[in-house]
């Protein structure tokens, strides 16, 4: 199982501790740094700021967000770090959900998230391999631009610039077993939000049946400390923010998931306090076992138990976000 750091969003504003925790995690054997985005802070800039501070570590996107960028223009992105990092890229992508979506982008939810998905991916791949023009008469992407509001002087194009690896590893971030089972399908990898090693059926069924050399790549929370309960807090802070705050009461995925995992009275008490405004209470009411089972939290021994199921299931790739140097250390020492 290889070790991933993963650093998210910016909060306020940059962490100036990033880029000294992404050379740590390189000196130290990490395989790969990522970095997110919500609706503050890009993913491809931090990761190219990083990709010129340090060597060797891959480089990864968990995740840009789908709405953000046309398909092409991801495939830009991606390409071009993926030359100046000198082969580093790998390109996690996710829809995100409708509040996001339309709030933050302006743009609406695809009314069939599994047709947007699969299209964008294709235009992604298209791009990276340059055989051809790219070209899709799709429901969501039309390359060319065929609407009736087009100028029809549209044609199909090709990268200008030769990509430096037409396979560039390409992960999605999915929760429903439906999207699970696609990601699977047209996918190099996958990025669980959540994952809980005694709960894969969580998923859905086709995490039982992996293609080899697929990629499980969840993010997990790690905090090496003497106090289990006080190092959970962030823990439960995070969840009671996606599952109360991401999203709509009628329609939140990660809720959704969480009640999938055997909390779905937990999950429903969290929206509807963090959406009354009682946000406090809301993290509170995230149990413990909850943000326990999905996280390494506690002292060396007891985190040195826990990796144990980690290392059982499909999970190739642990993708630590870690708030110390510490933490990072004892993983690694750990996971060695």
Same mark, same amino acid.
């Given at each position: 199982?290889? $070790?991933?750091?993963?650093?998210?969003?910016?909060?306020?504003?940059? %962490?100036?501790?990033?880029?000294?925790?992404?050379?740590?995690?390189? @000196?130290?054997?990490?395989?790969?740094?990522?970095?997110?985005?919500?609706?503050?802070?890009?993913?491809?800039?931090?990761?190219?700021?990083?990709?010129?501070?340090?060597?060797?570590?891959?480089?990864?996107?968990?995740?840009? #967000?789908?709405?953000?960028?046309?398909?092409?223009?991801?495939?830009?992105?991606?390409?071009?770090?993926?030359? $100046?990092?000198?082969?580093?890229?790998?390109?996690?992508?996710?829809?995100?959900?409708? #509040?996001?979506?339309?709030?933050?982008?302006?743009?609406?939810?695809?009314?069939?998230?599994?047709?947007?998905?699969?299209?964008?991916?294709?235009?992604?791949?298209?791009?990276?391999?340059?055989?051809?023009?790219?070209?899709?008469?799709?429901?969501? !992407?039309?390359?060319?631009?065929?609407?009736? %509001?087009?100028?029809?002087?549209?044609?199909?194009?090709?990268?200008?610039?030769?990509?430096?690896?037409?396979?560039?590893?390409?992960?999605?971030?999915?929760?429903?077993?439906?999207?699970?089972?696609?990601?699977? @399908?047209?996918?190099?990898?996958?990025?669980?939000?959540?994952?809980?090693?005694?709960?894969?059926?969580?998923?859905?069924?086709?995490?039982?049946?992996?293609?080899?050399?697929?990629?499980?790549?969840?993010?997990?929370?790690?905090?090496?400390?003497?106090?289990?309960?006080?190092?959970?807090?962030?823990?439960?802070?995070?969840?009671?923010?996606?599952?109360?705050?991401?999203?709509?009461?009628? @329609?939140? *995925? !990660?809720?959704?998931?969480?009640? @999938?995992?055997?909390?779905?009275?937990?999950?429903?008490?969290? #929206?509807? $306090?963090?959406?009354?405004?009682?946000?406090?209470?809301?993290? =509170?009411?995230?149990? %413990?076992? *909850?943000?326990?089972?999905?996280?390494?939290?506690?002292?060396?021994?007891?985190?040195?138990?826990?990796?144990?199921?980690? !290392?059982?299931?499909?999970?190739?790739?642990? =993708?630590?976000?870690?708030?110390?140097?510490?933490?990072?250390?004892?993983?690694?020492?750990?996971?060695?």
């Amino acid at each position: 199982m290889r $070790l991933g750091l993963a650093l998210g969003y910016w909060g306020r504003g940059p %962490d100036p501790g990033h880029v000294e925790l992404a050379r740590e995690a390189e @000196r130290l054997g990490y395989d790969s740094v990522w970095t997110a985005e919500s609706w503050g802070s890009d993913a491809f800039t931090p990761l190219t700021w990083i990709a010129a501070r340090t060597s060797t570590i891959a480089l990864g996107t968990a995740v840009a #967000q789908m709405a953000a960028r046309s398909p092409t223009t991801t495939a830009m992105h991606a390409l071009t770090l993926d030359h $100046l990092s000198g082969g580093r890229m790998m390109l996690g992508l996710g829809l995100s959900g409708p #509040q996001v979506v339309e709030g933050w982008y302006g743009r609406p939810f695809p009314k069939s998230p599994l047709t947007a998905t699969r299209e964008y991916v294709d235009v992604v791949r298209q791009v990276l391999r340059r055989e051809a023009p790219v070209e899709l008469d799709g429901r969501f !992407h039309s390359h060319p631009y065929r609407a009736p %509001d087009a100028t029809g002087l549209g044609k199909p194009l090709k990268s200008i610039t030769h990509p430096l690896r037409p396979d560039l590893p390409l992960l999605l971030g999915a929760e429903g077993p439906r999207n699970v089972a696609q990601t699977i @399908r047209i996918a190099d990898g996958w990025l669980p939000l959540y994952w809980s090693p005694s709960r894969p059926d969580a998923y859905g069924p086709a995490v039982a049946e992996l293609p080899e050399g697929f990629r499980v790549a969840p993010l997990v929370r790690a905090l090496v400390c003497d106090d289990v309960a006080g190092g959970l807090l962030p823990v439960k802070a995070m969840l009671g923010f996606y599952i109360g705050g991401m999203g709509h009461a009628t @329609r939140n *995925f !990660h809720a959704d998931l969480m009640a @999938r995992m055997g909390y779905e009275g937990e999950a429903r008490r969290i #929206q509807e $306090l963090f959406l009354a405004g009682r946000r406090e209470e809301a993290v =509170l009411a995230v149990p %413990d076992a *909850f943000a326990d089972e999905i996280s390494l939290v506690g002292p060396r021994e007891r985190i040195a138990e826990r990796l144990q199921a980690w !290392h059982k299931g499909p999970v190739t790739d642990l =993708l630590v976000v870690a708030p110390d140097l510490h933490t990072l250390r004892v993983l690694a020492e750990l996971n060695a």
